[in-house]
């Protein structure tokens, strides 16, 4: 990240307002933009994904989900929308080489947006200037989610 970062704080208290979060990030993305996205398991990476898809003019109806075993969705956004997770990838430098062979380096450089749910696995995922960090962690409360988004 650049040394002149700008963090904000979000407590969310609802998925519904975890999901509205992500669409107001989604209305202000453009191509070539790049969000990662970390947090714990169930955390609402997925949640927060489904707003962006909305912000960047998605369907309501279009379903958004985790791709943990497809590895990359790619939604009919304009921008296109590249979804990725990287849950299921290896520890260590063997993720830089399976995401490598998964083409993901590709989509980074691609004309669209690229969304990263555990972007923190694997050095090529982290290695470079991403505009947008968005750290996703439980509350005091089972719905209740902070949200901190550095750019």
Do not use: C
Not at 23 to 29: D, N, S, V, Y
Not at 94 to 111: I, Y
């Amino acid at each position: 990240m650049s040394a002149a970062t700008q963090s904000h704080r979000i407590v969310s208290d609802s998925a519904e307002a975890t999901r509205a979060h992500g669409e107001a990030l989604g209305r202000r993305l453009r191509a070539g933009d790049r969000v990662n996205l970390v947090g714990p398991l169930g955390a609402g990476k997925t949640v927060f994904v489904q707003g962006i898809a909305r912000g960047m003019g998605l369907a309501a109806d279009f379903p958004v989900t985790s791709p943990t075993y497809a590895r990359m969705n790619l939604y009919p956004t304009d921008p296109p929308l590249y979804h990725w997770d990287l849950y299921r990838v290896s520890d260590g430098a063997a993720a830089d080489a399976e995401l490598s062979a998964l083409g993901f380096g590709d989509e980074v450089a691609g004309p669209g947006v690229v969304v990263v749910e555990w972007a923190d696995r694997g050095e090529q995922a982290t290695s470079d200037d991403v505009a947008i960090l968005v750290r996703l962690s439980y509350g005091e409360t089972p719905d209740e989610r902070i949200i901190e988004i550095t750019t």
